[in-house]
C-alpha cells in the first residue's frame, strides 16, 4: 500500500542503516545522542546525519531528529504537561467519588433548608 516515493524514502531513511534500532531508546543511546548533538552546531537534516552516525547511537537520523525534538529538547520542560496516567478502574472510582460528595454536599443543604423553614 505504499508509492514508490514512500517505499524510496523508507528505504533511505531507515532500512539503509545497518545498526537501527527500533523501539524504546535505551539509556546509553540517549547519552550517545546528547553527546552527538552537544557536539552539533547546525540542527539542520544535513548534522542529523552526522549524529546518526555517531557511535552508539544506534538510530536513523530521522528517529534521532524525533526523538531529540519530542524528548530530550532541554527548551522544553514537559514536566508540567505530564499528568500520571490513570487507571480504568481509578478513573470509575474518581468519577463516584465526585458523584457521592455532590450527592452528600446537597443533602446537607436540603436538611440546612428543612431545618430553617420549622422555625
Known sequence: ??????????????????????????AEEETCLRTAVEQQEDKTKKSWKIVAAFPGVNHSWEQCSAYWR??????????????????????????????????????RERLLINDGSDL
Open 1 to 26: 500500500n505504499r508509492s514508490p516515493l514512500q517505499c524510496s524514502k523508507r528505504w533511505h531513511n531507515h532500512l539503509v542503516f545497518l545498526n537501527v534500532s527500533c523501539g524504546e531508546w535505551s
Open 70 to 107: 519530542s524528548t530530550l529538547l532541554p527548551k522544553i520542560n514537559m514536566e508540567k504537561f505530564q499528568q500520571p496516567i490513570m487507571r480504568r478502574d481509578d478513573i470509575f472510582k474518581e468519577r463516584e467519588r465526585k458523584e457521592r460528595e455532590e450527592r452528600e454536599r446537597k443533602e
